[in-house]
C-alpha cells in the first residue's frame, strides 16, 4: 500500500466511526462537493461519497469534515448540536494524522511533495 493510499485509509476509518458530515474537494471540480454523510474506499486507490466518485486518490485535494453534529428531534423540540471536534483531533493526533482546523471543520489533505 502506497502512503497516500494508507493516509486515505486512515482518514476513512477515523471517519467512519463518526457521525459528522464530510465533503470533498476533487482537483477537477471548481467547487467542493455537497455535504454527505458518507466517504468510502470502493476499491483500491479510490475514494467515494453517497453522490462523487469513484475519484482517484492522487486527485482528492481535501476531504473536509463538520465536527458539529445537529440532530433533529421533532418540530416543536430545538435541535441537538454534539461537538466531536475534541475526540475526532485526539484521535488524529493518536494516529498521526495530519489535519488543518478550521473552525469548526477538519480538513484532510494528503501532503504535496
Known amino acids: 500500500m502506497s502512503e497516500l493510499e494508507e493516509y486515505w485509509f486512515c482518514v476513512v476509518n477515523l471517519l467512519k466511526s463518526s457521525p459528522c458530515r464530510v465533503r470533498v474537494k476533487w482537483s477537477k471540480d471548481f467547487e467542493p462537493s455537497q455535504w454527505e454523510d458518507v466517504v468510502f474506499i470502493p476499491t483500491s486507490r479510490y475514494l467515494e461519497t ?33 461537538d466531536h471536534a475534541d475526540n475526532l483531533i485526539q484521535v488524529c493526533r493518536e494516529k498521526a494524522i495530519k489535519f488543518q482546523q478550521i473552525e469548526q471543520f477538519l480538513r484532510f489533505a494528503y501532503p504535496s511533495p
Not at 473536509?64 to 418540530?75: A, K, N, P, S
Open 50 to 82: 453517497g453522490s462523487l466518485g469513484p475519484l482517484p486518490m492522487r486527485e482528492i485535494e481535501w476531504v473536509e469534515v463538520d465536527t458539529i453534529e445537529i440532530q433533529y428531534v421533532g418540530r416543536l423540540v430545538r435541535e441537538s448540536r454534539i
